[in-house]
């Protein structure tokens, strides 16, 4: 009996927390851009009513950023570009950002598969994996009249549009014909 119980409460302990695991997890989406030259892999969350940037959001100013939610954005280029003003090879790349309210700058990072920002952001770990950085740009910031519920990233052509609450950003990306 007291065997049955415990197997009945370890079950149920064990559903629990799947279900739990499950509604914090957000959806992934893929966007490429038209051409399908840049695609780009993330966890979409949603403002649902939080305060995203600032000093009082969910993501700081001035603080590394997954830029997006679960495992960190990854971003591909089928041709070499030039990533704003810095020349990037053909290939995937981890996308990390550091929100502002004037200027983000956004970092490429070859290290793939990584899990949030934390081992970015930690004090050891964090030294080596910035070695892996093959970009870092800045660029402006927008307000937005109208909140974006959900963390949207757009490729193109020419740019990739990140926008979430009421911050939008555009990072200048254009093709330069070689391949990798």
Same mark, same amino acid.
């Given at each position: 009996?007291?065997k049955?119980?415990?197997?009945i409460?370890a079950?149920?302990f064990?559903?629990?927390?799947a279900?739990v695991? !499950? ?8 966007a490429?851009?038209? %051409?399908?030259s840049?695609?780009?892999?993330? %966890?979409?969350?949603?403002?649902? %009513?939080?305060?995203?940037?600032g000093?009082?959001?969910?993501? *700081?100013?001035? +603080? ?7 495992? !960190?954005?990854?971003i ?9 003003? *810095?020349?990037?090879k !053909? ?7 550091? $929100?502002?309210?004037? #200027?983000?700058?956004?970092?490429l990072?070859? *290290?793939? %598969?990584?899990?949030?920002a934390?081992d970015y952001i930690d004090?050891?770990k964090g030294? #080596?994996l *910035?070695?892996?950085?093959?970009a870092?740009i +800045?660029v402006?910031a927008?307000?937005?009249?109208t909140p974006? #519920?959900?963390?949207?990233?757009t ?19 254009? $093709?330069?014909g070689?391949?990798?």
């Amino acid at each position: 009996m007291k065997k049955g119980l415990l197997f009945i409460l370890a079950l149920l302990f064990t559903a629990n927390s799947a279900l739990v695991l !499950a509604q914090a997890k957000s959806p992934h989406v893929k966007a490429e851009s038209p %051409g399908k030259s840049i695609k780009v892999v993330y %966890g979409q969350p949603s403002k649902r %009513g939080r305060v995203i940037f600032g000093p009082n959001g969910l993501e *700081k100013y001035g +603080k590394v950023w997954r830029t997006g939610a679960d495992a !960190a954005t990854e971003i591909t280029f089928a041709k070499d570009v030039m990533f704003g003003d *810095k020349m990037v090879k !053909a290939g995937t790349y981890t996308l990390f950002t550091i $929100p502002d309210e004037k #200027e983000w700058t956004v970092i490429l990072n070859s *290290k793939l %598969g990584q899990w949030g920002a934390y081992d970015y952001i930690d004090p050891v770990k964090g030294a #080596e994996l *910035k070695k892996k950085d093959v970009a870092q740009i +800045k660029v402006p910031a927008k307000t937005t009249t109208t909140p974006v #519920e959900k963390l949207t990233i757009t490729p193109t052509e020419s740019d990739v549009t990140i926008a979430w609450d009421q911050a939008s950003i555009s990072i200048p990306v254009k $093709p330069t014909g070689g391949t990798h």
